[in-house]
C-alpha cells in the first residue's frame, strides 16, 4: 500500500516517518503523474502560501482535484487542511488557490503567529473507538488554522475552547454557550486535522487514516492489500524529532 506524501514544502518527512514506524510505505509527490501510483495522499503541514505557489508552478491543482473527486483518501494537515477547505478567510493579500472537496470556513493562521504555536489534549472518541489507546490526544498546534463552520455531512473530531484573547463575532451563537474552534474532521474520502500528528509518538491518526485506504481498497477491489507493522500510541522507535 503506497500512501502519497505532497512534497512541495513542509512536514512531508515527518510524514513519511510516521507511516514507516506502522508499516506503511510513504511515497513523496511533487508531479501531477505520481499521484497515478499511490491509493491515497497526505498533504502536510508548511507555509500554504509558498506550498500552493509552488503547486501551481508545477500544475498541480488540476490533479489534486480531480485525486479528490475520486473518493481517494486525502489527508490535510494543518496547511493541508486549508488546502482542502471550500472557503477560507484571513488570507494574506491576493489569497491562494484552494483545492476543496471539504464543506468548511477555515481562518488561516487562527490561532496567531508561530509564538503563539501550542500543545493542547485533544478529546478524540472516534480516534479511540477505531484505534484504542488514552480518550485524549496532545495535538501540536503551530501558526495553526481553525475551522469555523462546517455542512452538514462534516463529522468533527476533535476540537479545542477558542483563545482568551480570540475575539469572534457570532451572531447566531447563544451568549452563554462556551466557544469551541474545530481542529478535526471528516467528510467521506477527506480527513483534516489543524494539529500535526506526525511530530508527536502517538501514530494513531496514521493509523485511522490507513484504515481509510484499506476501505476504499475493498470496496474496489476483492483483493485486499494488508499492511505491516505495528499501531503504537506508546513509544515506537523514532528516527525523526517528535514532541513526546
Known sequence: MAVGVLALQGSF???????????????????????QNVTSLIIP????????????LNNLFPALREFVKMGKPVWGTCAGLIFLADRATGQKIGGQELIGGLDCTVHRNFFGSQIQSFEADLL?????????GPPSFRGVFIRAPAILEVGPEVEVLAD?????SKI??????????PKKAIVAVKQGNILATAFHPELTAD??????????TTEVDE??????????????????????????
Do not use: C
Open 203 to 212: 501514530t494513531r491518526w496514521h493509523s485511522y487514516f490507513l484504515k481509510m
Open 168 to 177: 469572534i463575532i457570532q451572531e447566531q451563537e447563544d451568549a452563554g454557550s
Open 45 to 56: 503541514g508548511g507555509e500554504s502560501t509558498t506550498m500552493a505557489k509552488l503547486a501551481e
Open 13 to 35: 518527512n515527518e510524514h513519511i516517518a510516521a507511516l514507516r514506524r506502522i508499516g506503511a510505505r510513504g511515497v513523496e509527490i511533487r508531479k501531477a503523474e505520481q499521484l
Open 124 to 132: 478524540v472518541p472516534e480516534i479511540v473507538l477505531k484505534e484504542g
Open 219 to 244: 470496496a474496489s477491489s476483492s483483493i485486499i492489500i494488508p499492511y505491516g507493522g505495528q499501531r503504537s500510541y506508546e513509544q515506537p522507535k523514532i528516527d525523526l524529532p517528535v514532541y513526546q
Open 160 to 164: 479545542v475552547p477558542y483563545p482568551s
